[in-house]
């Protein structure tokens, strides 16, 4: 079958012909993959930014971590039947280090990563432990259920960031990471949700499709006056970040009120300089976000089942698996919002 793959360090990926996904052993399923989206870290792997060297001893590996599809085989004591649809959870935790023997499998110090450090979706068939799958309402479709590892980490980082009912919300970068937090904080009850950007037509235009019209382009004047515009001068309660770009954060905390959370959910090349004298005495929290547990992406199935609707705009492009470099340049010109292969 076909594999889109990391096989060597530096720019770009390959197109390898690997055999099927072998038989399932004990505990473990086999999925045809149906849909799989191109996420901004696969980006970064396919540009070889600083911050993917983990990657590099288990390359070749096949990319793609945010899939659905069915169960096509079932190993024994999987507990899934053959020809269930499920949407994968892409991190496998040891099951031995103290994390994993305390029943937090969230903060495992050796898990692996599917589609980053063991092969993923951007394939036919892929092989991954059982506890991975999550199932698919009959009333969302492969590609949605695809959206439920991004609308994951998006509720995952409004969940850390405490959004309350009635807040005001700054979400930093309007990628699909961006949406599905500003999606989320909605969802959360916030009353309102800012949007920030750096002249990105495109993803703009998905967020007012998706309902948000109220956004600020940076490229058109400094963020704090254009969201203190907006507010009358009120600082916001919360500002969730999602651009990978450290002085983003210091924009947003330009604005967050005293005592206010800050959410970091990019992956950042570089570092963040960050004035503490200020940073202390407005008491700001700067917290950080990363994935996003199972009772979280039961959260999110049961949002895509009650309005699968509502989040399809965020899917913008639509190419067969053979078609993926292309994909991925879209996803990395920004001219694309997300982009979903069909293997
Ligand atoms: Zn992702
Ligand atoms: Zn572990």
Same mark, same amino acid.
């Given at each position: #079958?076909?594999?889109?793959?990391?096989?060597?360090?530096?720019?770009?990926?390959?197109?390898?012909?690997?055999?099927?996904?072998?038989?399932?052993?004990? !505990?473990?399923? *086999?999925?045809?993959?149906?849909?799989?989206?191109?996420? !901004?870290?696969? *980006?970064?792997?396919?540009?070889?930014?600083?911050?993917?060297?983990?990657?590099?001893?288990?390359?070749?590996?096949? =990319?793609?971590?945010?899939?659905?599809?069915?169960?096509?085989?079932?190993?024994?004591?999987? !507990?899934?039947?053959?020809?269930?649809?499920?949407?994968?959870?892409?991190?496998?935790?040891?099951?031995?280090?103290?994390?994993?023997?305390?029943?937090?499998?969230? %903060?495992?110090?050796?898990?692996?990563?599917?589609?980053?450090?063991?092969?993923?979706?951007?394939?036919?068939?892929?092989?991954?432990?059982?506890?991975?799958?999550?199932?698919?309402? @009959? %009333?969302? +479709?492969?590609? =949605?259920?695809?959206?439920?590892?991004?609308?994951?980490?998006?509720?995952?980082?409004?969940?850390?960031?405490?959004?309350?009912?009635?807040?005001?919300?700054?979400?930093?970068?309007?990628? &699909?990471?961006?949406?599905?937090? $500003?999606?989320?904080?909605?969802?959360?009850?916030?009353?309102?949700?800012?949007?920030?950007?750096? $002249? +990105?037509?495109?993803?703009?235009?998905? =967020?007012?499709?998706?309902?948000?019209?109220?956004?600020?382009?940076?490229?058109?004047?400094?963020?704090? @006056?254009?969201?203190? $515009?907006?507010?009358?001068?009120?600082?916001?309660?919360?500002?969730?970040?999602?651009?990978?770009?450290?002085?983003?954060? %210091?924009?947003?905390?330009?604005?967050?009120?005293?005592?206010?959370?800050?959410?970091?959910?990019?992956?950042?090349?570089?570092?963040?300089?960050?004035? =503490?004298?200020?940073? *202390?005495?407005?008491?700001?929290?700067?917290?950080?976000?990363?994935?996003? *547990?199972?009772?979280?992406?039961?959260?999110?199935?049961?949002?895509?089942?009650?309005?699968?609707?509502?989040?399809?705009? #965020?899917? &913008?492009?639509?190419?067969?698996?053979?078609?993926?470099?292309? !994909?991925?340049?879209?996803?990395?010109?920004?001219?694309?919002?997300?982009?979903?292969?069909?293997?």
């Amino acid at each position: #079958m076909l594999a889109l793959r990391k096989s060597s360090v530096g720019f770009g990926l390959e197109f390898q012909e690997v055999p099927e996904a072998p038989p399932p052993g004990p !505990g473990e399923v *086999v999925v045809e993959v149906e849909a799989a989206g191109i996420c !901004g870290s696969d *980006v970064h792997a396919y540009e070889w930014t600083a911050g993917y060297e983990f990657m590099t001893p288990h390359m070749p590996v096949t =990319l793609g971590h945010e899939f659905a599809g069915r169960l096509v085989r079932s190993g024994t004591g999987s !507990g899934w039947a053959e020809g269930a649809r499920v949407a994968v959870i892409p991190f496998v935790a040891c099951g031995h280090c103290t994390a994993c023997r305390a029943d937090d499998a969230r %903060n495992c110090t050796r898990r692996e990563g599917i589609g980053l450090t063991r092969d993923g979706g951007f394939a036919r068939t892929v092989r991954i432990p059982a506890r991975c799958c999550v199932a698919v309402p @009959d %009333n969302v +479709d492969a590609e =949605l259920a695809a959206l439920a590892e991004p609308l994951g980490v998006g509720a995952e980082a409004v969940l850390t960031g405490e959004v309350r009912l009635g807040e005001t919300v700054l979400v930093l970068g309007p990628g &699909t990471i961006g949406q599905a937090i $500003a999606l989320m904080a909605q969802r959360a009850g916030a009353a309102r949700v800012f949007v920030a950007g750096r $002249a +990105d037509g495109p993803r703009f235009a998905v =967020l007012r499709e998706l309902g948000f019209t109220e956004t600020v382009d940076v490229a058109e004047g400094p963020l704090a @006056d254009q969201v203190l $515009a907006l507010t009358g001068g009120r600082p916001v309660d919360v500002v969730l970040e999602a651009t990978g770009v450290p002085g983003s954060l %210091n924009e947003g905390l330009s604005v967050l009120k005293k005592g206010g959370v800050i959410v970091a959910a990019g992956i950042h090349a570089g570092a963040l300089t960050l004035p =503490l004298t200020e940073f *202390v005495r407005m008491r700001h929290q700067l917290r950080a976000t990363h994935g996003a *547990v199972r009772r979280t992406w039961d959260r999110v199935m049961a949002w895509l089942a009650a309005e699968p609707e509502a989040f399809r705009p #965020m899917i &913008t492009h639509r190419l067969p698996l053979e078609r993926g470099i292309e !994909g991925f340049e879209l996803a990395r010109q920004r001219a694309a919002s997300k982009v979903i292969l069909a293997p």
